[in-house]
């Protein structure tokens, strides 16, 4: 079993759409967690980071950590073409520990 | 704020020539950068983790004279390529975590590499 395990997808939704996106994990150490936006031939964006279990938002995006589950969710509100990217989940055990990445969910926003 | 950057963007070499890729944290110190390679459409494969002033961690399979690293200052880490050969043909890319504050690192642009 890996680490984190993330859909590829691909993902396809209209624009104004609610997207989830979502990433399980096996390793209980992990405590922080991240999402990435990775645009075709660019490096990653960090989009946003949290701290063990909770939400947190900011602007249209929404992360939420559920450490019991061990599940991690992105939700984009009333997404937008410029969304269209590779979402990628990341985690770590600690904040001098490297990170371990999902593979990434390809996502593209219709107009 | 938390910019990264990576010089070259790209660059095409010859089998069995070296090439350097420099990467510059471009507003804040970076004690730790991070050196990863992702092919198209796999996600990033963590290479080694560079720390200033010391000698670079090594991710199990990578080859440490081969991928040689550099982290000379608290802004700047240099990946070297030795005698490269068609198979490194790749997407590095580099990122830098912020010294004194979380986890979060921020990458920069990537720099693709073909090797003929």
């Known amino acids: 079993q890996k680490e984190v395990e993330q859909d590829p997808g691909p993902l396809s939704v209209p624009e104004g759409a609610i997207v989830s996106l979502n990433c399980t994990y096996s390793n209980s150490a992990f405590q922080y967690f991240m999402w990435y936006r990775q645009y075709s031939r660019k490096g990653p964006e960090l989009l946003m980071y949290?701290?063990?279990?909770g939400n947190k938002e900011d602007g249209r995006f929404t992360a939420q950590v559920d450490k019991s589950s061990k599940y991690i969710s992105l939700f984009i509100r009333d997404s937008q073409p410029s969304d269209s990217a590779t979402y990628l989940c990341?985690?770590?055990?600690?904040?001098?520990?490297?990170?371990?990445f999902g593979k990434g969910t390809l996502l593209t926003v219709n107009p | 704020g938390a910019v990264v950057s990576q010089h070259p963007s790209w660059v095409i070499c010859k089998s069995g020539t070296s090439v350097k890729i420099e990467c510059r944290s471009l507003?804040?110190?970076?004690?730790?950068m991070f050196w990863y390679r992702q092919f198209p459409k796999q996600s990033l494969m963590l290479m080694a983790t560079s720390n200033e002033g010391s000698k670079a961690t090594y991710e199990q399979g990578v080859e440490k004279d081969k991928f040689l690293i550099n982290h000379a200052s608290l802004t700047l880490s240099t990946l070297t390529v030795t005698s490269a050969h068609p198979e490194d043909s790749s997407f590095y890319i580099c990122?830098?975590?912020?010294?004194?504050?979380?986890?979060?690192?921020?990458f920069g642009p990537g720099t693709r590499l073909t090797v003929l």
């Open positions: 507003d804040f110190q970076a004690t730790t």
């Open positions: 949290t701290y063990s279990s």
């Open positions: 990122s830098a975590r912020v010294s004194g504050g979380y986890n979060e690192q921020f």
């Open positions: 990341a985690m770590s055990k600690g904040s001098n520990y490297k990170l371990t």
